[in-house]
């Protein structure tokens, strides 16, 4: 089936607004994994979902970062009072769940945000 | 805390010519995942080759190969007849195999450039 798609690919907004970053994973597959990666750098994680629940917030940097996948497969990203340093490219990927197939995390191409 | 470290910045390689990129990591685990993943400049993070760290035998997948050694914490990607399009940003990662810790730890990644 298709890949993991994320939209939009690239948001320009100002500081101090509200923003949403969607990921849509592939069809059955019921972890999903929320990463930032800033410029010269590895992605870093930010939130797991398994299922509707994230099992694994720790990676948030701060409570203007939220994330919610109400019925376990679309997942929205959302930055509440976006600062310059927010300014990344957002990445989500996802996985078929616990077991051996699913150890590896296929990408999408990510959102690139940037805060003026 | 698990740390995946990558060395070498940049790498160029002459093409049809063979290269190896390095990567060490620090883990108290015994049982994990270790992967190599390709960025291209279109973002989006494709999955090279996996390892599972109780398989002794090394991975192969055509072209790409790994030299994983235990012991060392050590797991290098060697890339043979390297090709125009193997040019992009390699990024080398770990992943816990047990309990709810799913995500992936990154190093700050390779660019390899290729030459015609």
């Known amino acids: 089936g298709a890949g993991v798609s994320q939209t939009p690919s690239n948001k320009v907004t100002e500081k101090g607004k509200y923003v949403e970053l969607r990921c849509d994973p592939i069809s059955g597959h019921t972890a999903l994994y929320w990463y930032r990666q800033s410029l010269g750098q590895g992605p870093e994680f930010l939130i797991y979902?398994?299922?509707?629940?994230?099992?694994?917030d720790s990676g948030l940097p701060n409570d203007r970062f939220f994330a919610v996948r109400p019925e376990g497969s679309v997942s929205t990203l959302k930055i509440q009072r976006t600062e310059r340093g927010d300014s990344a490219v957002y990445l989500c990927?996802?996985?078929?769940?616990?077991?051996?197939?699913?150890?590896?995390?296929?990408f999408g191409p990510g959102t690139r945000l940037t805060v003026l | 805390a698990q740390t995946v470290t990558q060395s070498q910045p940049e790498m160029s390689v002459q093409e049809a010519e063979t290269v190896t990129l390095s990567c060490t990591y620090d883990?108290?685990?015994?049982?994990?995942?270790l992967f190599w993943y390709k960025q291209p400049p279109s973002r989006q993070m494709i999955l090279v080759i996996r390892q599972e760290a109780y398989k002794q035998q090394n991975a192969t997948e055509n072209r790409f190969s790994v030299n994983f050694q235990k012991a060392a914490k050590s797991f290098s990607l060697k890339i043979s007849d390297s090709q125009l399009g193997d040019a992009a940003m390699y990024f080398c990662?770990?992943?816990?195999?047990?309990?709810?810790?799913?995500?992936?730890?990154f190093g700050k990644g390779t660019k390899l450039s290729v030459k015609p």
């Open positions: 883990t108290s685990e015994s049982d994990y995942y």
């Open positions: 990662a770990y992943r816990q195999a047990g309990g709810s810790q799913g995500n992936l730890i």
């Open positions: 990927a996802s996985s078929p769940g616990p077991g051996t197939g699913g150890r590896t995390q296929y």
């Open positions: 979902f398994q299922g509707t629940g994230a099992a694994d």
